[in-house]
T-cell receptor, first 114, second 113 residues
């Protein structure tokens, strides 16, 4: 089955700096890669996603890149703000396949210091 | 719309007790799932359902039972709680098994003493 590795487990940056979180996946059949943000005491919320036919996607200060050959994808947050502090999860899924459950990485706790 | 509603928000059980974690969604989603979240372990899939009357096991199903008698509800049952089941439990749903837009509930924090 699919296995998703996520690094680092914790990340501390100064406000205004950039943050990068990296994930690798094992199953070449996976074709959908979302990122979720979990604030304290809440459930995860989708912030951005990318499909395997796209190499990069941006949404304001957030971007995700995908390297299918290397089986890794990354989340980039620019101009970080204190409200970006949260736990971020990457995930992988085979859309359209028979084993298409969403498999998550172990999470990255991002702290943005003012 | 309420989205995905989980009850209770907090629960303390004694070892060996049983209980049911409730999950209800009002979006007419076919796919529903249960995850548990433990420190350093991320979100791990317990059970899932692709529609009423259909359930299947995820990554960590032992000690848990589920049923799906209606589209709206997907309860998770602990028959004999163990300290290893202390965790935060999340229910998630989406339109179909192939859909990519998961909606998560706000979670149930369970402590087994």
């Amino acid at each position: 089955g699919e296995n998703v590795e996520q690094h680092p487990s914790t990340l501390s940056v100064q406000e205004g700096d950039s943050a990068v979180i990296k994930c690798t996946y094992s199953d070449s059949a996976s074709n959908y890669f979302p990122w979720y943000k979990q604030e304290l005491g809440k459930g995860p919320q989708l912030i951005i996603d990318i499909r395997s036919n796209v190499g990069e996607k941006k949404d304001q200060r957030i971007a995700v890149t995908l390297n299918k050959t290397a089986k890794h994808f990354s989340l980039h947050i620019t101009e970080t703000q204190p409200e970006d502090s949260a736990v971020y999860f990457c995930a992988a899924k085979e859309v359209g396949g028979s084993q298409g459950n969403l498999i998550f990485g172990k999470g990255t706790k991002l702290s943005v210091k003012p | 719309n309420a989205g995905v509603t989980q009850t209770p928000k907090f629960q303390v059980l004694k070892t060996g007790q049983s209980m049911t974690l409730q999950c209800a969604q009002d979006m007419n989603h076919e796919y529903m799932s249960w995850y548990r979240q433990d420190p350093g372990m991320g979100l791990r899939l317990i059970h899932y359902s692709v529609g009423a009357g259909i359930t299947d096991q995820g990554e960590v199903p032992n000690g848990y039972n589920v049923s799906r008698s209606t589209t709206e509800d997907f309860p998770l049952r602990l028959l004999s709680a163990a300290p290893s089941q202390t965790s935060v439990y999340f229910c998630a749903s989406s339109w179909t098994f192939s859909d990519v837009g998961y909606t998560f509930g706000s979670g149930t924090r369970l402590t087994v003493v």
